[in-house]
Each structure stands twice: as structure tokens, then as C-alpha cells.
């Protein structure tokens, strides 16, 4: 860990919270941060820094943290404090609370007792979520505009993520058939996206079993963490990482459907969902795809499409 990282979180912390660092353990991260736990010798004595890679994001987390927490039925970290990138600190940082559990993200094998309550807790608090509806339409948190329409505000995303496709398809980034499937979509989306969505509903962005925390004993779900993309939207768009990480072994999506009614084109706009949302973040965080499973979602959503035609 480079040392400069280290001497600016201890100097962040010890100015929140006036007591002695006793340690400061990288414990992973993603596309856009690292996240470390910081140990100190005052209250809250554990806590979580992520140092962002992209200005803003800090502010972003911290805001969608605020509005899931009002409605979530699994415990969310509080946020302590932001800091924004300085001359003496060249950082942008998110403070929060630590909360205790094991990542849920690996685990295959429980009671079947613990699997179904597990997954039930879950689904329920993303029902918690999803039933929280804007009046004032589709939109990013704090917006000062919002569409009625989800089209208008979803569609523009996409001929952005179609744009960076191409640029990816012409650095050889994305093979051949990966891009002919997202042309395909896209020409297509009218078809797809023909249904209505008649509520804009708030949405975690990144709902998977990697953001789960579960009690010691796996007897039961213990926190929700990480939302990205947290906004106003059709739920249906936080579907698809259901099915990520270990998401089938608890049946997540089956739980939902099992709770919730789905749209009529829900399995090519799932699949839809899918290939554009990890288009997006691998061009954004300009991430080689040749070890991913996108070339399984293209395949995926080709499938869809054929159906779609037939």
C-alpha cells in the first residue's frame, strides 16, 4: 500500500475523530475506489474510507446511502463524513460506519432453512425500495428535472453507451459479434422498451449478493452496502444482478417474481439492462473485458432477440 494513501487517511481520520490509528487494511474495492478499515483507539473504533478514483462519486454514494437508508428493511452504513479532493489531501473520500458480517458474495453451501429466510430478507428490502415511488418522474437523486416518461430519461443513456461501444469495437476492445448484438439492440430499442413504465421507483444500481452482508453464523442478512447508480427508475433495471455472484443458488430472482408482477418483455429488457450497464462501467473505468463474462451477456441477449422476432 503506498505510503502517501496511507499517512492521508490517517490524517483525514485523526481530524475527525481525535484518536490513535492502530491499523488501516485495504479490503478491496472495484472500478471506481478502494476501500480500506481503519481501526483507532476512539468511538466508533472501526470504520470504513473509500478513496474514489473519480471526482464526485463521494458525494454521489453519500446522497443515494441517505435515501436507501430511510426505506431500507436491512441495516446501511451511516456516513460520517465526505471529503472532497484539497492541496493537502488530493483525495476524494467517503467516510462510514463499519457493519459487521461476512460477504455473502461466495457462499454456496447452508441449511436449506437459512438459504430460503436469507433470501426472502433480501428480496423484501428491495420491494422496500422499489416501493418508493417519485411523483415527480424518472431522474438522478437531488435532480432539479425529471421526465414522466422512462424512455426520455433512459434513452439517451443508452445512444451514449451505444457511442462507447463503437469506440470500444474500433480499438478492438469488443469483438465482432459482442457489438453486432448491441447494434442489433439498440436499432431495436422501440421494440423492447415498447411497454410502459408506469412508475418511476427508487433503485439501489447494484443490488448482488457482493453487497450483502450476512450475520457470523449465516443464519440471517445483516446490511446492504455499495449502491451505484441509485436513482429514480424502472425497477426492473436493479433485476439483473440478482442472477450475479451466488444470486441463483438463494433464487433471488424467482423470489422476486414470486412477489412481484414483471413487464411482458422482461427477459430481453433484463438482458438488456445487463450488457449496456457493464458497457458503460467498462469504459468508464477503462477496464479490459477479455476476462469477463460479456461475451456470455451478448450471447444471452442475442438469444432474447431472436425471440423477440419470432
Known sequence: MEQQLINNISELVKAEFHGAIGSIKDIGG???????????????????????NRTGLNTREQAQLTILGKYSSLPMPRV???????????????CMEYLEGINAGEIYDMPDDNRKRIADQI???????????????FGELNSDNYTKDWNEYYKPKVDLIFEKATTMHKNRQLDDEVYKTVKSAYENYGLIFGEKVEHARLIHGDYNMWNVMLEQDQSAAAAVIDPFNCCWADAELDLFQLSNANGKYFGL???YRSKIPLSRN??????????????????????DVSHSNINEEAKQLSMQMKKLRE
Do not use: Q
Request: aromatic share 16%; net charge negative.
Open 80 to 94: 460520517y463524513f465526505v471529503h472532497h479532493k484539497s492541496d493537502t489531501i488530493p483525495l476524494d473520500v467517503l
Open 30 to 52: 472495484g472500478f471506481y475506489g478502494k476501500v480500506f478499515l481503519v481501526e483507532i483507539d476512539a468511538p466508533p473504533c472501526r470504520l470504513v474510507i473509500k478513496v474514489y
Open 123 to 137: 428480496i423484501d428490502n428491495l420491494i422496500a425500495y422499489h416501493s418508493v415511488i417519485h411523483p415527480e418522474g
Open 266 to 287: 422482461f427477459e430481453i429488457k433484463t438482458s438488456f439492462y445487463e450488457l449496456f450497464t457493464e458497457i458503460m462501467h467498462f469504459y468508464d473505468a477503462n477496464v
Open 253 to 255: 430472482l424467482d423470489n
